[in-house]
């Protein structure tokens, strides 16, 4: 499948006259993997709001494989194929990762075909490999809320695959995680990147770095500040200055060096 | 492996199924032990209670799975087991044969004609879908209206409430249609047999566990495959449920309509045993109660709500014979009780504290690690092949 997978035109969203976001306009390929990244406010999660049909737009449009998403609500969105995870992990803690990833790769989530059918042999084929590739084969069967942070963020990252979407939206994977958590959710998120495509939101700049292979999007109060190579980015004097505040010039010379370091690390 | 091996190939694994025939086999003894031998214990008057509060056990069912399972906090379910009672009173006060005259209570009240929706209750198996099927259409009904607007939490549990009142206040207002405050009583006979003959009142306790043990198989095969669990995970993260592509109303709506049923059916059998029904079990107060018993007996657990309603109502009568003037304060005492020492329940505590009780009792050494090592596997493993 070629061209653009998602489309954004001019969105602006608007809360009591709050503008979280103002015409942004953004498009992504299909089979890309974007990260997002944007100082605190920046309007990162109601973007991803405005996808999943949380949050509907003041003005402007989201088109998602051509289709306008204005129409549709979250449930529907998520069955055309945009899958989302959240940036505290949100699993379902009484059921165990069997259970969990279970309920994400149900093909038809009808009422009738969730009560009467069991889940097909294929389904709990895939379930089961899920759970290796996740890491948690051993762990399959106890309740979920008995694991660790890092283990429950690979859960939710391994519920969005079972529900093979087309696009990923990845808030913050590696918030909360070790070092050597975070290397091997970037190997993840880089594997996943070859079949499908993804956004990712993310502040933590090493990380960045590890997955940023094409185009970095930089969000700042609303809008799209620029877009280019991290590399490039990361040098660029504008996303300098919103990372240090209005005063650049005026912040004291240390702090601004540990900024840049920073962003430069 | 091989369990999986041999479950794709088809045909009967007994293995698999073996935990499923011993709990047959324990609910079975149990229906025989109520039946057979719980008569020659209890005087004519315990069991007659007995067999009310069995039915009362069967809208605990109701209670438990949209409460316990799904997470709506229901207080309006007097008026589902009220309209199940009232469906077969209906029938039971409509003189056979057909047109032979009305119902004794109308004549009071000045009433010529058989009002239009009394005509259909004439006959039995109308009634006897009407008694499922009434309560289940209200509650789908006013379930959908609900769900469909996302209301959650605290406003669904005040809007249940405040349909009570409205129910409550219409059968209280109309006495021509249905005997306003005093309610449809005084039944003399139900398919031609007169009622208080003892041996149609011994059917009516076995039909009343038939539909316990009915309604306990229905809640456990709703509550046990897939789609319990998306229950499970309705009730504890109902917005993650949309981003995985489930509508959760659909669902939602179905649970509250059976729960709805099972209320009638309830009502049904609780109506036939005590020989009356009236706009009193639509009051908040009841709907509370059944709240309550859940809550003792331990949410989420279906023998719980079963073993709630039984020993609450128990308690309720055995107290109020001693204590009739202060037996509303051991309910209440009973209930804070339960949700400050045992926020669980009852079963709840038995199944985690009760036994690890039972094993420091039995001089078992005590676990005091975290939950999350106890059942680690990879720290299993280490003990096992390790030592401690």
Known sequence: ?265 | MTVQASSERGGIDWVKYRPLLIEAAIVGAIALFLILVLPALLSGFRLTLMGRFLALAIVALGIDLIWGFTGLLSLGHGIFFTLGGYALAMHLKLPQPPGSGLPDFMSLYGVTELPWFWTPFYSFSFTAVAVVVLPALMAGLLGYVIFRNRIRGVYFSILTQAATIIFFNFFNGQQQLFNGTNGLTDFRTVLGQPIQNPGIQTSLYVLTIVFLIVAYALCRWLTSGRFGRLLVAIRDDESRTRFTGYNPTGFKVLVFAISGALAGVAGAMFTLQSGIVSPNTMNIAFSIEMVIWVAVGGRATLVGAILGALIVNFAKSLLSERFPDIWLFFQGGLFLGVVLLLPAGLLGWGRTQGVELYKQLMGQRRVATYPSLEEDPEVEHERKNLGD
């Open chain 1, 1 to 265: 499948m070629n061209g653009k997978i998602l489309e954004i035109e001019n969105l602006t969203v608007s809360f009591d006259g709050f503008k979280a976001l103002n015409k942004l306009n953004f498009s992504l390929d299909s089979g890309e993997l974007r990260v997002i990244i944007g100082p605190n406010g920046a309007g990162k999660t109601t973007f991803l709001d405005i996808i999943t049909g949380k949050t509907k737009p003041t003005a402007g449009q989201v088109r998602f494989k051509g289709r306008n998403l204005r129409a549709y609500s979250e449930h529907q969105i998520s069955q055309m194929g945009v899958g989302r995870k959240f940036q505290t992990p949100r699993v379902y803690l009484n059921l165990s990762p069997r259970e969990n990833l279970e309920l994400a790769c149900n093909r038809v989530k009808s009422v009738w075909n969730t009560l009467i059918r069991r889940s097909p042999i294929a389904e709990r084929r895939t379930v089961g490999g899920l759970l290796e590739t996740i890491g948690l084969d051993h762990k399959a069967d106890m309740k979920a809320n008995l694991l660790s942070h890092g283990e429950k963020q690979w859960l939710e990252i391994g519920m969005l695959v079972a529900q093979s979407p087309d696009l990923l939206l990845v808030d913050e994977p590696v918030a909360g995680l070790t070092d050597e958590e975070t290397e091997r959710t970037g190997d993840l998120l880089l594997s996943l990147a070859e079949s499908h495509s993804v956004i990712v939101i993310e502040h933590d700049m090493e990380f960045v770095r590890q997955i940023a292979q094409g185009q970095v999007t930089v969000l700042h109060q609303g809008s799209v500040l620029c877009e280019g190579l991290f590399d490039d980015v990361q040098r660029d004097p504008k996303v300098i200055e919103v990372y240090l505040g209005q005063d650049a010039e005026h912040v004291e010379g240390t702090a601004q060096d540990a900024i840049r370091a920073e962003l430069a690390s």
